[in-house]
């Protein structure tokens, strides 16, 4: 899940500069750059979620264990971590543009050891690249795109920012099952569409209007800034359990859910994690989208307690071997994903100054990265002593435990909160 650059604020100088760089250079209408570079961001984003159905093809082509599986998945959490919080300023002091084509080749690169690899090792190698290039597309196509659009439909470009990461994961889950289901050799199929796809991305940014003119600042803007302003400390502090039970849900769909549905269900098509995967993200999206009305807090509430009902259910279907049980889980944990996320960013990116919004964004995605890639990989360190079902019930009690805690959190802050105005 990724969010826009939130420095990356154009003033009418700074795109009139940008506008008269570009022009002496061939390149496209903006209107099509905004249609194409949104494009490239969700086309990121659903190469980030094709390796989902693609999991248990593996594990049986190459004889993989399930903790191998889990730290390739882990692996890509932390490297694109990594990427936001040294790279996620960089495009405000170089441009958009050469950043948007660097994380395009990157990508086309992972695209191309996925589609060659022929063992673990590359696998993981092709994860930590793709990781780097989503992080370092996440914040100069987002800020790229929110420019581009339409000036008298800029809420737009935002919109596309804040649905294309979830929606982007589901679609790519989908993609590969399918495809997984239909062609004899899926992981190829998938990955030469992939390497296409990039290479056309790639090509066409080249072509894209620059939106950001250059300033100093480049070497100090990678030294990685984490600040949380001390006005919003309890704020934060209180959305803090429902971010990382959000992200370990995302974690479960992605990288634990394929595993357990061969192991515990014995259902090993791709496509049924793949469908999994696209529901979890599919609703996540649209909870979004559509809860734009309800206030922060109510959101952190809904989405804390979806999140702990779909861990208990998705519990339930692994304790009782209930399969339908598991699609109520990708429902609700989806629903609980996109509320929670929502709630935390709508709620504090308000309450603080522009130039302190992205030290904010980057503490937000530190917890929900770590949260996401570090707890897949120690649950599939666990496989090999306790079993698969044992390890899927530990991780669902575990973001269940910390999305009440999140509930009881956020109801206290906002009480107190109450209290405060009113007196």
Known sequence: MTGPNMRGVLS?????????????????????????????????????????????????????????????FGVYAIALLVAI??????????????????????????????????SIGWLIAARIVQGVATGTASSSLSAAVVELAPE???????????????????????????LAQLVSDPAFTVWLVLVVVMAIGTVFTVFTPETSSRKPGALASLVPRVSVPPQVRGLFASTLPGTISAFMTMALFLSLVPIVLGAVF????????????????????????????????????????????????????????????????AVFGGAGLGASFAGTTRGLVPEVKAHDRAGLFAAIYLT???AMGVPAIIAGQFVGSVGVTSMAVGFGIVIAIVAMVGVVVTGTHTARRRKAHAA
């Open 368 to 370: 929900g990265y770590l």
């Open 85 to 118: 919080l040294v790279i996620g300023s960089l495009s405000d002091h170089i441009g958009r543009r050469p950043l948007m084509i660097a994380a395009l080749a990157l990508d086309l690169t992972a695209m191309l050891v996925f589609l060659f690899a022929s």
């Open 266 to 329: 014995a259902v090993r098509s791709p496509i049924v994690g793949a469908l999994a995967a696209f529901v979890t993200f599919g609703v996540g999206t649209v909870a979004s989208a559509v809860t734009t009305g309800v206030r922060p807090h109510r959101l952190r509430l809904l989405g804390a307690g979806a999140v702990t009902l779909g861990a208990i259910l998705f519990i339930g279907s692994v304790g009782a071997g209930a399969l339908p049980l598991l699609w109520a889980a």
């Open 152 to 178: 008298r439909h800029k809420k737009l470009g935002a919109l596309m920012t804040s649905m294309a990461p979830l929606a982007g994961l589901g679609i790519g889950s989908l993609f590969a099952g399918i």
């Open 12 to 72: 009418a100088s700074d795109g009139r500069r940008a506008r008269s760089s570009s022009a002496r250079s061939p390149h496209l209408p903006r209107t099509v750059g905004f249609v194409g570079i949104s494009a490239a961001m969700v086309a990121i984003l659903v190469a980030a979620g094709a390796p989902t159905p693609l999991l248990p093809i593996y594990e049986k082509n190459w004889g993989l264990a399930p903790w191998e599986l889990t730290l390739a």
